[in-house]
């Protein structure tokens, strides 16, 4: 535990940089089952802001999980770790002014509670993407579901560990029925106004 901590306070702030940026700077948070598409959407929504001048970053469960959070399991613990750290990070991002799209799991209220309240309620976006373990079986993108029931994967969600759906997010898409493009144009839609200028007074 750190103690004797005294806040800095930084010459240049979170308002400026924004307003240099010309854009208000959120988090977006994908969550859902492996499979799901939240990869996908993080991505393409990431495109289509980037071509627009603004400024983004996609932060990403694999390779995340490869670099700064590598020495976390799939245990219950080793997720919640995983994500206040991440949670942490996106709060970085965002003070430096930047659109922040984040794509992990996060199986837990509990945890997805905690990362709106390390980032803000006012800061964040939560995109439940909603897809049924039958479908992403079925795509089995990694071919990490056939491992997970061969019992080569433990604690894997939706198949030996749980997912709770999220009880009130900004944004569900169903991605066993609708299309990649019509996802993408519901999400822009709902974060476009989301992204303007705030007023900090
Ligand atoms: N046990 C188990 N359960 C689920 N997923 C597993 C597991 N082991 C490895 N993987 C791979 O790790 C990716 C998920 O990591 P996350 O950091 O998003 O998970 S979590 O939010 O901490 O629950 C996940 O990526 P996505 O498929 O993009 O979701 C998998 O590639
Ligand atoms: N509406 C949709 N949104 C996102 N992905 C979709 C959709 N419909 C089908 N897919 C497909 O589902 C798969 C999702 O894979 P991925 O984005 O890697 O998932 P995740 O990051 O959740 O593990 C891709 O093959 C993608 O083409």
């Given at each position: 535990?750190?103690?004797?901590?005294?806040?800095?306070?930084?010459?240049?702030?979170?308002?400026?940089?924004?307003?240099?940026?010309?854009?208000?700077?959120?988090?977006?948070?994908?969550?859902?089952?492996?499979?799901?598409?939240?990869?996908?959407?993080?991505?393409?929504?990431?495109?289509y802001l980037h071509k627009q001048g603004k400024k983004t970053y996609v932060l990403?469960?694999?390779?995340i999980r490869g670099g700064l959070n590598k020495d976390l399991d799939f245990t219950p613990e080793g997720r919640e770790e995983n994500l206040r750290r991440i949670a942490e990070t996106a709060k970085l991002f965002i003070d430096a002014g930047v659109i922040t799209l984040a794509a992990f799991i996060s199986p837990m209220q509990k945890d997805r509670d905690k990362i709106r309240e390390i980032v803000g309620k006012e800061n964040f976006i939560?995109?439940?993407?909603?897809?049924s373990v039958e479908a992403c079986e079925k795509r089995d993108v990694k071919g990490l579901y056939k491992k997970a029931r061969a019992g080569k994967i433990p604690n894997?969600?939706?198949i030996s560990a749980p997912y709770e759906k999220p009880e009130n997010p900004t944004i569900q898409i169903n991605s066993d029925?609708?299309?990649?493009?019509?996802?993408?144009?519901?999400?822009?839609?709902v974060i476009n106004p989301e992204?303007?200028?705030p007023n900090h007074e």
């Open positions: 535990m750190s103690t004797n901590i005294v806040k800095q306070d930084y010459n240049v702030n979170v308002k400026q940089r924004r307003e240099q940026n010309k854009h208000n700077s959120k988090l977006i948070w994908f969550t859902g089952l492996s499979g799901s598409g939240k990869s996908t959407l993080a991505n393409q929504v990431e495109v990403d469960g694999d390779n939560e995109v439940f993407v909603n897809a894997f969600t939706g029925f609708e299309s990649i493009e019509d996802s993408i144009k519901r999400i822009i839609k992204l303007e200028l």
